[in-house]
């Protein structure tokens, strides 16, 4: 199976997206299809060997969209459908003509209703005659020259039996404007047939004014809901300064291999992955990890594409390239869930799918009651009122927008969003679920107390000791040289060194064995200490490494997996959300219990091994709760997935972990509840969205069909619902884009 991401021309309406996915969905060798809105693309799963995306897109044209399956190569040539940027030059052209027209219209109908009411008004400035004619020219061109789509929506509609907001407007402006026509043309045949005078030129002109000065500020706030994907790509350098041969060269982005020797200046963007070889600096991150800090790397460290170059001359050869780059993985994961869809959305498309359907079925029986009650007028009025005030676009574009711009701000802070569902489900979250090791910690052992003998000085013991680790691999000597240097202690030769497997090392300097190691290796050799005190610090987790000779004790250092310095604010920060908070680890339950308790986790899970974790992850759901597991995605794999949402600690350049719902860049604990606090508003500006767009339609389509007529005699002027239908969706993306300032 083949899958593609394609953009989708000439949509407007949620019915719209509904017509394509169906259109896609009925082709037969197309197994799996999602169109987005608020995106205008659809993700497409199909067999390449039973069709082709040509004969996918023929299918879809028949319905009046097309599919762009040029790659950029070139334009689409279908009719009057452009890209999504060269629509809106085109719309701001067209607005910028008709949008003036439109409102002197709707301020001369305004005036002329208020004026048979308020008497101090002046009579209508122009003699009705002169204004119907006036009117027709405008609404001749606004309908034949502006209003294409909604013409050509009419004859597809007999077609196809399929309709969309195009046709509902079409069909509206249309019998609007022949009766119009009719009247100014047969006068007389007009008066025998006891038809109303009454012409509905202005509303034609203020109809699709209105219409397309919403659709051209819709188009411009759909642009800024993917500002996060731009400003990502903005982020990628265009050019590359490699060494070759000797040479410095400047080559395109493209053209950059893995280990290549790149070289950065300062100032300068990092144009791809990988790791220092020459020079000191500082790099600026903000952009991908949200910190602001700069960060100092040295040789041997790794460097990001995307980032910037603060201060120091730096070479460093080239590990990932392409589309293998952090950037790239993150500019694709923030590509998906844009345009994926909350289990929410369902409901819109639902409704949006019988929408447009009941809305003709409504406009024409609203016509045959009020024309069989003898109002030809009203009738007409209601049926292109109901018409235009039923547009779905504001249901369409409640849940894309918001899931759009959740996702991007998300991004911007260092919170990768694999799936508009995971949103979803993060607000609903009451228990957090933490890996100690690299989550909770640093994951790294570091010396935190050294306690040396009567026997050496400390710098004496810490160097002995120290060079005979040095020749050790273990993780434990490592933490012990790396606090050696730290403390810039000289290092000695030593001789005759052996390792004790699962004991510790000994070894030889100035002609005197020493052994350094664990506390079994101590007892073998019985050597005093002091046990009450190291079984202390054992208890709160802390590993001793002992160094001896002759029976005597030369000093103790103990090792210890540290707090992270965000993680009990972190945890802090969950409980004044109310959520419960759990640690679950596979080590010893003395060392888990002093970790939770400097950290002020609620419950720990210890001695628990990765393959278990899942179905601790299992019984905290089955108790009721709805379970984010945090993790660093690798032992955390199946709990990760087990969780009601998977959060991923990235602490490296790796950010495609497939098990996690969300990843977090560098291991930052503090993100975890800025991720479910993004989920809640997220989810909040969703709802109030579908509330805003169920409630325009509730309210707008009864008073459009004279409801409150014979009690109060109100009836929706469809000018007017026009502009109510415009200002829908324009609330409804504006609202979404009230995210874009959310603080996390």
């Known amino acids: 199976?083949?899958?593609?991401?394609?953009?989708?021309?000439?949509?407007?309406?949620?019915?719209?997206?509904?017509?394509?996915?169906?259109?896609?969905?009925?082709?037969?060798?197309?197994?799996?299809?999602?169109?987005?809105?608020?995106?205008?693309?659809?993700?497409?799963?199909?067999?390449?060997?039973?069709?082709?995306?040509?004969?996918?897109?023929?299918?879809?044209?028949?319905?009046?969209?097309?599919?762009?399956?040029?790659?950029?190569?070139?334009?689409?040539?279908?009719?009057?459908?452009?890209?999504?940027?060269?629509?809106?030059?085109?719309?701001?052209?067209?607005?910028?003509?008709?949008?003036?027209?439109?409102?002197?219209?709707?301020?001369?109908?305004?005036?002329?209703?208020?004026?048979?009411?308020?008497?101090?008004?002046?009579?209508?400035?122009?003699?009705?005659?002169?204004?119907?004619?006036?009117?027709?020219?405008?609404?001749?061109?606004?309908?034949?020259?502006?209003?294409?789509?909604?013409?050509?929506?009419?004859?597809?509609?007999?077609?196809?039996?399929v309709a969309n907001m195009d046709t509902l407007i079409g069909i509206g402006t249309v019998i609007a404007y022949l009766y119009s026509l009719f009247i100014i043309l047969f006068p007389t045949l007009a008066t025998t047939l006891d038809l109303p005078e009454t012409t509905y030129f202005d509303v034609v002109i203020v109809v699709i004014g209105f219409i397309k000065f919403g659709k051209y500020l819709e188009a411009n706030s759909k642009q800024?809901?993917?500002?996060?994907?731009?400003?990502?790509?903005?982020?990628?350098?265009?050019?590359?300064?490699?060494?070759?041969?000797?040479?410095?060269?400047?080559?395109?982005?493209?053209?950059?291999?893995?280990?290549?020797?790149v070289i950065v200046k300062p100032g300068a963007k990092i144009p791809v992955d990988g790791k220092i070889i020459e020079g000191t600096t500082s790099i600026d991150e903000s952009m991908i990890t949200g910190e602001p800090i700069p960060v100092d790397k040295a040789l041997g460290e790794l460097v990001t594409s995307g980032t910037i170059n603060m201060q120091g001359y730096i070479k460093f050869r080239a590990e990932k390239v392409g589309s293998d780059t952090l950037l790239s993985q993150i500019i694709k994961m923030v590509e998906t869930a844009q345009g994926s869809k909350a289990p929410i959305e369902k409901l819109a498309d639902t409704v949006s799918a019988y929408f447009v359907p009941a809305v003709l079925a409504l406009s024409v029986l609203s016509f045959i009651i009020w024309f069989a009650l003898g109002d030809l007028s009203l009738a007409i009025s209601a049926f292109v009122g109901i018409l235009v005030i039923a547009c779905p676009c504001a249901l369409g574009l409640a849940t894309p927008t918001a899931i759009i711009v959740g996702v991007g701000k998300g991004a911007e802070?260092?919170?990768?969003?694999?799936?508009?569902?995971?949103?979803?489900?993060?607000?609903?979250?009451?228990?957090?679920?933490?890996?100690?090791?690299?989550?909770?910690?640093?994951g790294k052992p570091l010396v935190t107390k050294v306690i040396p003998g009567s026997a050496a000085s400390e710098a004496e013991f810490l160097s002995i000791l120290a060079s005979m680790e040095k020749k050790s691999g273990h993780p434990l000597a490592t933490a012990i040289v790396d606090y050696a240097k730290k403390q810039e202690l000289g290092l000695h030769t030593i001789q005759h060194f052996k390792e004790i497997p699962g004991k510790g090392v000994a070894g030889q300097f100035k002609s005197k064995r020493y052994l350094a190691g664990n506390l079994t290796l101590l007892k073998e050799h019985k050597v005093d200490f002091d046990s009450k005190e190291i079984l202390e610090y054992t208890r709160k987790g802390m590993t001793p490494v002992f160094l001896f000779s002759e029976k005597k004790l030369l000093g103790t250092v103990l090792i210890s997996d540290s707090l992270k310095s965000e993680s009990v604010q972190a945890i802090s920060d969950l409980h004044k959300m109310g959520i419960k908070t759990v640690m679950l680890t596979g080590d010893d339950h003395d060392a888990a219990a002093y970790i939770a308790g400097l950290s002020g986790i609620d419950r720990i899970y210890a001695q628990v091994l990765p393959t278990d974790k899942a179905h601790v992850i299992d019984k905290l759901k089955s108790e009721g709760n709805q379970v984010v597991m945090v993790g660093d995605g690798i032992n955390d794999s199946p709990a990760l997935a087990s969780a009601d949402?998977?959060?991923?600690?990235?602490?490296?350049?790796?950010?495609?972990?497939?098990?996690?719902?969300?990843?977090?860049?560098?291991?930052?604990?503090?993100?975890?509840?800025?991720?479910?606090?993004?989920?809640?508003?997220?989810?909040?500006?969703?709802?109030q969205n579908l509330f805003w767009?169920?409630?325009?339609?509730?309210?707008?389509?009864?008073?459009?069909?004279?409801?409150?007529?014979?009690?109060?005699?109100?009836?929706?002027?469809?000018?007017?619902?026009?502009?109510?239908?415009?200002?829908?969706?324009?609330?409804?993306?504006?609202?979404?884009?009230?995210?874009?300032?959310?603080?996390?």
């Open 1 to 161: 199976m083949t899958k593609t991401t394609l953009p989708v021309i000439g949509m407007d309406c949620a019915s719209c997206s509904n017509i394509v996915n169906r259109a896609i969905k009925k082709t037969p060798g197309v197994t799996g299809s999602e169109v987005n809105l608020a995106t205008e693309k659809a993700n497409i799963e199909f067999d390449e060997t039973a069709v082709s995306l040509d004969q996918i897109n023929d299918n879809v044209k028949k319905f009046g969209y097309s599919l762009d399956t040029s790659n950029g190569a070139g334009k689409v040539e279908d009719h009057m459908h452009h890209t999504p940027i060269e629509h809106l030059d085109i719309l701001k052209k067209q607005v910028e003509f008709l949008f003036p027209i439109s409102l002197l219209v709707f301020f001369l109908m305004v005036y002329d209703a208020l004026s048979q009411y308020i008497l101090v008004l002046p009579p209508f400035p122009f003699p009705m005659l002169v204004f119907n004619f006036l009117s027709l020219t405008l609404a001749s061109i606004t309908l034949f020259a502006f209003g294409g789509e909604f013409l050509s929506a009419i004859p597809r509609f007999a077609k196809t039996r």
């Open 224 to 261: 800024k809901t993917g500002e996060a994907i731009k400003k990502l790509l903005g982020l990628t350098a265009k050019v590359a300064l490699v060494e070759r041969k000797g040479k410095e060269l400047e080559v395109p982005i493209t053209e950059v291999v893995v280990g290549d020797v």
């Open 413 to 442: 802070n260092g919170i990768l969003v694999k799936d508009a569902s995971v949103l979803e489900k993060l607000h609903a979250c009451n228990t957090v679920v933490f890996d100690k090791t690299g989550t909770i910690t640093l």
């Open 693 to 744: 767009a169920f409630f325009y339609n509730i309210i707008g389509i009864p008073i459009a069909a004279g409801l409150l007529y014979p009690l109060f005699g109100i009836i929706l002027n469809p000018a007017i619902a026009g502009a109510a239908m415009a200002f829908s969706s324009v609330s409804v993306v504006t609202n979404s884009l009230r995210l874009k300032a959310l603080k996390l």
């Open 645 to 687: 949402v998977g959060i991923a600690m990235s602490t490296g350049t790796d950010v495609a972990i497939e098990s996690a719902g969300i990843t977090l860049l560098h291991g930052d604990l503090s993100k975890v509840e800025k991720a479910i606090k993004l989920s809640k508003k997220t989810m909040r500006t969703i709802k």
